[in-house]
């Protein structure tokens, strides 16, 4: 079985400034999806970047990145220029694409992120 | 087009009272997950649906709980009796089916039932 493995409990940063945060995971498979969802304190899911593993380039959404290293098995989230607004708990997902498991979406335990004025 | 909609947002009852949480998915997803949420536990996967039949229920915790999905656009998660243990933050979400390219994979939640078992 899958796992996803946050190991950031908590992680503060100071407005403008960058933070990354970590993602292990640990799978047989050789294709599949990653995901970083943000749960703000209104405790609403929203995605915030997806990764198919087939795809050598690292996503990008506007201040949101990651660095997937596929041979690590390590998919971090970088947040550049912090805004308080990106306060919240950020989860990292594994999704399988075999036929079989599609329902099974492994997340994480979370890492709380803080933005200091 | 409207996300996925739950109710209640609130659900606050006594211990032993039976309680129904209601989930519409996106239109046209094939896949509804209902996942609970406390800090404990974390995100924990309960059931889920592909077409309406329950593929994997391994996650509910015992035969208090019980979830249906008599069509494409409803689902309910009903607890019954409930425990103040249950209190928790509900989550019912949908998806497309198959892979990429054609599918993102992702998963819509909807805002959650927050319920409180007194």
């Known amino acids: 079985a899958q796992t996803v493995t946050q190991s950031q409990p908590e992680m503060s940063v100071q407005e403008a400034e960058t933070v990354t945060l970590s993602c292990t995971y640990d799978t047989s498979e050789s294709d599949y999806y990653l995901f970083w969802y943000k749960q703000p304190p209104s405790r609403q899911m929203i995605l915030v970047i997806r990764q198919e593993a087939y795809k050598q380039q690292n996503a990008t959404e506007n201040r949101f990145s990651v660095n997937f290293q596929k041979a690590a098995k390590s998919f971090s989230l970088k947040i550049s220029d912090s805004q308080l607004g990106d306060a919240a708990m950020y989860f990292c997902a594994y999704r399988t694409m075999t036929t079989d498991s599609w329902g099974k979406f492994q997340f994480g335990a979370g890492t709380q992120v803080v933005v200091t004025p | 087009d409207a996300g996925v909609i739950q109710s209640p947002r609130h659900e606050v009852t006594e211990m032993g009272q039976e309680v129904t949480l209601r989930c519409k998915p996106i239109?046209?997803?094939?896949?509804l997950f209902w996942y609970r949420q406390t800090m404990m536990r974390g995100l924990e996967l309960l059931i889920y649906f592909n077409n309406n039949v329950p593929i994997d229920d391994s996650g509910m915790p015992e035969d208090r709980f019980s979830a249906k999905m008599p069509n494409a656009s409803f689902s309910t998660l009903k607890i019954q009796p409930s425990e103040p243990r249950d209190s928790a933050v509900y989550f019912c979400a949908s998806s497309l089916a198959g892979a990429a390219p054609l599918n993102t994979g992702e998963l819509f939640f909807g805002e959650g039932s927050r319920l409180t078992v007194l």
């Open positions: 239109s046209g997803h094939d896949y």
